[in-house]
């Protein structure tokens, strides 16, 4: 089952900050952020792993809360170059490999 | 330059005809991945393979097939059997560990239109 992400869609004025949830009715071990635009390849961004540790951009930042199975991305003083379709990607089991991505929120930053 | 490469870019096929889809990575990865974008639906998973000569199907995975002979080599086959093939394929690769947590890396997609 698909993670369910929100809101579906977004737009901001250039300099605004933004929030995109990303929440499992599974237990998690880690979450994966990537942002793609449009007819181009998936970028990672970050993972977040149970326990804490996290991987990614300096500049981006995110949470992960195990109890609740959620995760929040957290855009801030966004610019132009942010704009694309963001992606969160569950994994249940360490070490199975299997990510399950959510369908997306479509970021868009206007000057 | 490490990477993964997906080839064609754009594909056409007549229906009922099966189309073979290229990955092939440098990056010395264990893990291999294949997913389906269509609007509005995220990426969803076909097959993906942990180690050469094995795979495990995924969320999606009737009317495709696989194979694992190489361990830079990961070919999708959209099979006559797949009802609504149209879609952008995506192929991705990532380091295999126990702890898992690894970052995919993806190719450039392949957008298939069958007539």
């Known amino acids: 089952q698909q993670p369910v992400q929100s809101p579906q869609a977004v737009i901001l004025r250039e300099g605004e900050d933004a929030v995109i949830n990303c929440s499992s009715s599974k237990a998690l071990y880690s979450v994966h952020w990537y942002r793609q635009k449009h007819g181009e390849a998936p970028v990672f961004l970050m993972i977040?792993?149970?326990?804490?540790e996290q991987k990614g951009h300096e500049k981006i930042s995110a949470s992960f809360n195990e109890k609740k199975q959620q995760s929040s991305l957290y855009l801030t003083a966004s610019q132009l170059s942010y704009s694309g379709t963001y992606f969160c990607g569950t994994e249940e089991v360490a070490g199975y490999q299997k990510v399950t991505f959510g369908t997306g929120t479509k970021l868009q930053v206007i000057p | 330059d490490g990477g993964i490469t997906q080839s064609p870019k754009y594909l056409f096929r007549k229906e009922g005809q099966n189309v073979t889809l290229s990955c092939e990575q440098n990056?010395?990865?264990?893990?291999m991945y294949w997913y389906r974008q269509d609007p509005g639906q995220g990426l969803r998973l076909i097959y993906y393979?942990?180690?050469?000569?094995?795979?495990q199907k995924g969320d999606i995975a009737e009317g495709y097939s696989v194979s694992r002979e190489k361990k830079e080599s990961f070919p999708l086959t959209v099979t006559s059997a797949q009802k609504n093939p149209t879609a952008f394929y995506l192929c991705?690769?990532?380091?295999?560990?126990?702890?898992?947590?690894?970052?995919?890396?993806f190719g450039p997609g392949t957008r298939l239109t069958v007539l």
């Open positions: 393979s942990q180690i050469v000569n094995d795979f």
């Open positions: 990056l010395n990865h264990d893990a």
């Open positions: 977040l792993l149970k326990g804490g």
């Open positions: 991705a690769s990532s380091p295999r560990e126990e702890r898992g947590g690894h970052e995919q890396f």
